[in-house]
């Protein structure tokens, strides 16, 4: 009778044994403790023998809750190799995120100025990485390229004029700490066209182009005439009073420089 649960709790301790969790001091204890209850469980029986009682009902508990005692050891020794195996990938983790990262740096943009209707800008430098992100004044350039660790080509966004940082940030996050600024100026002036190409004074002249701003000035020869400006891409003034002559015209944006046109109005 007393046979089948020895071999049980003997087949316990040697799965405990057996287990890939029993490899630290912990475990080896736990195995202690299983042997301690084989032990035991032959003492148990060695009573029962000797004194002849009707132990029967009282001997099963006991192996029972010797039984339940093996399991919880080698469950508790299993669990315990889980949450080293946890401990170990959360030390990993915190690693990667603490370990130290190679910042960006940005040495030089080519060219620091452009026009406010967006340019082309190559960005020098060091640790830029693969699918590094470029904003001006917060927001994301366009056509960005990495073509190496120490270079980056992008279009820099439409802005306003004035000062404008630039930000390079990998994927990783990291992103250049010292603050590297371009500047933005009005766009220059396009001329494009005229019309009419003469007249008598008086004439209501047309210039079309484009990046024509509000208070843009017209030089019709060498007189700055104020023009009124349809739109953006359109401008018009009246021809003044004048000797006949062939008149060059010319386009300036407020604070920029004539920018000639290669136009010509001739003046009746």
């Known amino acids: 009778m007393q046979a089948a649960p020895v071999l049980a709790i ?36 060695a009573i029962v023998k000797n004194t002849g009682a009707d132990w029967s009902g009282t001997w099963w508990i006991l192996v029972a809750a010797l039984g339940i005692l093996a399991a919880a050891a080698v469950g508790l020794a299993l669990h315990l190799s889980h949450v080293k195996t946890v401990a170990r990938k959360l030390d990993d983790l915190v690693h990667a995120m603490t370990a130290p990262r190679s910042l960006p740096s940005i040495a030089d943009i080519d060219p620091r100025r452009g026009a406010v209707t967006g340019f082309d800008i190559t960005i020098s430098g060091s640790n830029f990485q693969a699918g590094a992100a470029v904003r001006v004044r917060g927001n994301f350039a366009t056509n ?5 660790a120490a270079e980056i080509r992008a279009r820099a966004p439409a802005g306003t004029p004035g000062e404008a940082e630039v930000v390079v940030q990998n994927p990783d996050g990291a992103r250049n700490a010292t603050p590297v600024f371009l500047t933005y100026v009005p766009a220059e002036p396009v001329v494009r066209g005229i019309h009419p190409a003469d007249g008598p ?47 060059a015209v010319a386009v300036r944006n407020p604070g920029g420089a004539d920018r000639p046109s290669g136009k010509v109005f001739s003046r009746s």
């Open 10 to 45: 003997s087949a316990t301790r040697a799965a405990a044994i057996d287990a890939p969790a029993q490899t630290g001091t912990l475990e080896a204890k736990l195995v202690d403790l299983l042997a301690k209850m084989t032990s035991a469980n032959a003492s148990l029986e």
């Open 144 to 148: 960005v390229e990495v073509r190496s």
């Open 201 to 247: 004074a008086g004439t209501t002249l047309v210039v079309y182009g484009a990046n024509f701003q509000p208070g843009a000035i017209v030089r019709l020869g060498h007189a700055d005439i104020a023009a009124t400006r349809n739109s953006e891409n359109d401008l018009s003034i009246l021809v003044p009073l004048g000797p006949p002559g062939d008149l």
